[in-house]
């Protein structure tokens, strides 16, 4: 195809370098969210992705390209929140293609069956209208800025909000939550014995930048220290939940991870890597749905963008 062709061309020339970011996937044929990818789509992009880079885990292809020692396209790739997919569906693609990644984690999550948001949209395929006007009103007196979706609405309450409006909604959709969708504690140690790179994500997932500096001091600093407790070793990075900077963390969050002597950073702004390079806030793509077309049109134009930037 032409377009993967033009890609390869301005990859080889700019020895482009980008991480992609993936959450959970499904298996064939099950129902998926916007977040989601099925095993099928998922396998298309991983072997889209290695077709035009040579993929390394973060780490390395970091510290590749501050040592200004990248001579061909390359990539890594992360996955967030811990999925139970993640050991399931995912780690056996990863094995077949040969690829070492990078998951994170949120540590308070590791003895739970679900997140928050699983249950939300749980409660919203299943509740009646009555049920769903009557969470409208407990959200609208804590006072919550017009969002979307439920889940974007609950996502942006702080912690202790949070909790009052899930337990609001448990006693209805809690007995539907039948399976476990999370990594427990041997699953996240088997994929560290394998190789791949786990990193810190918060205790509880919230959005850092609505917590307060002692919230935020407990949910990094407590989260990295039961990871290295768990994995026996030190833990060297991290991704902020939701991750969009300047709105969902700012510099002292970052300062709070440099304190603890942590070395990479993700965040969720989309970007290739580019000379400004800050090792405590690096960007992430991630690629939608399953055709080539647009993803070769997508890394074009986050290509000629970073050209452009640095050009000025
Ligand atoms: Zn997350």
């Known amino acids: 195809m032409l377009k993967n062709s033009v890609l390869k061309l301005v990859n080889n020339q700019l020895r482009t370098c980008v991480i992609f970011n993936f959450h959970d996937i499904v298996v064939d044929g099950k129902p ?21 880079f ?80 009557s969470l409208e009103q407990v959200l609208n007196t804590l006072k919550r800025q017009q969002r979307s979706s439920l889940v974007e609405s609950i996502k942006y309450l702080p912690l202790s909000d949070r909790a009052i409006v899930l337990a609001s909604i448990e006693n209805m959709a809690k007995p539907l939550m039948k399976e476990r969708l999370l990594m427990n504690a041997s699953e996240v140690l088997a994929l560290a014995a394998t190789g791949h790179l786990i990193g810190g994500h918060t205790l509880n997932h919230p959005i850092l930048a609505l917590e307060t500096d002692q919230t935020c001091f407990h949910e990094i600093n407590d989260d990295l220290q039961a990871l290295e407790a768990l994995l026996q070793q030190k833990v060297t990075t991290f991704a902020y939940p939701n991750g969009i900077p300047e709105q969902d963390f700012s510099l002292k969050h970052q300062q709070i991870l440099a304190d603890y002597g942590i070395k990479y950073a993700v965040n969720t702004h989309k970007s290739v890597l580019t000379k400004a390079l800050n090792t405590l806030s690096i960007p992430r793509i991630n690629l939608f749905g399953a055709n080539e077309s647009l993803h070769c049109n997508y890394l074009l134009r986050m290509i000629f963008k970073s050209v452009i930037n640095s050009a000025n």
């Open 32 to 52: 998926v969210r916007p977040d989601q990818l099925s095993v099928a789509t998922f396998r298309q992009q991983l072997s889209w992705i290695q077709q035009h």
């Open 54 to 133: 040579t993929i390394v885990r973060i780490d390395t292809l970091v510290e590749l390209f501050q040592a200004n020692d990248i001579n061909k396209p390359m990539a890594a790739v992360t996955f967030d929140d811990g999925y139970r997919s993640h050991f399931d569906l995912i780690k056996p693609i990863l094995d077949e293609f040969g690829i070492k990644a990078a998951f994170y984690v949120s540590s308070a999550h590791l003895n739970n069956d679900y997140y928050w948001h699983d249950l939300v949209e749980t409660f919203c395929q299943h509740s009646s209208a009555e049920q769903q006007n």
